[in-house]
């Protein structure tokens, strides 16, 4: 079975900070990956997936990027955050829909 | 395009008491149905799913759920809840074709009172 790891648990950075999350995947191959952001009292917004090395599709504009440099490997980006980034991030396999344990991320 | 309502935002149940929690989809093809937990300050955990097959799924800790394509819903039902059900609970979508990406619910908060 697929397991997917998220670093950090949690996170507070000011705004205008860079930010960077990782996801890495065991348990499975070229597997289809997605980043989504759960809002307070809100459902999950998918923000990007990737079906491979270097491909990543972007669902919505915003002040985030995302990059695969490694087959179990999905990274969420951002040069500048803004007080609108705060959320909960969760990292999704396709294989199994198995979700990660998230990172919660403040920005103040 | 697909969408998912879950049109109960909080549910609360007495412990012991049977629970329906409501989720109604759109799609104009073919889809596959999740429900998901999230337990406070964590991931969302696979509770069941819909991929083919018999339209009554179950899962391990005794929620079961009917897909019924007519009325385009997904409900997810457990005839007896625990203190331990307290979570949130969230349905979601997936077109079986395209970037499979899943489609999510607003969740039901379900809490369950002693």
């Known amino acids: 079975s697929q397991t997917i790891h998220q670093w950090p648990a949690t996170l507070v950075q000011p705004v205008g900070s860079p930010l960077s999350l990782e996801c890495t995947v065991e348990?499975?191959?070229?597997?289809?990956l997605y980043w989504y952001r759960q809002a307070a009292g809100r459902g999950l917004q998918l923000l990007f997936y990737s079906v491979g090395i270097g491909q990543i599709s972007s669902e919505v504009p915003q002040n985030l990027s995302a990059s695969r440099p490694q087959d179990r490997q999905f990274i969420l980006s951002s040069k500048k955050l803004l007080l609108s980034d705060s959320g909960f991030y969760l990292c999704?396999?396709?294989?199994?829909?198995?979700f990660g344990s998230g990172t919660r991320l403040t920005v103040v | 395009a697909q969408s998912v309502t879950q049109l109960d935002s909080q549910v609360p149940v007495f412990e012991e008491a049977p629970v329906e929690l409501r989720c109604n989809y759109s799609s104009s093809v073919s889809v596959y149905l999740f429900w998901y937990v999230q337990y406070p300050n964590q991931g969302l955990q696979l509770l069941l799913k819909?991929?083919?097959?018999?339209?009554l799924v179950e899962s391990i800790n005794g929620f079961e759920a009917e897909f019924n394509k007519s009325q385009t819903s997904f409900h997810l039902r457990k005839p007896s809840v625990h203190i331990s059900d307290t979570a949130e609970y969230f349905c979601a979508v997936r077109s079986n074709f395209g970037n499979e990406k899943l489609t999510f619910g607003t969740g039901t908060r379900l809490t369950i009172i002693p």
């Open positions: 348990g499975t191959s070229n597997p289809n």
């Open positions: 999704a396999c396709r294989d199994g829909y198995t």
């Open positions: 819909y991929l083919s097959g018999s339209t």
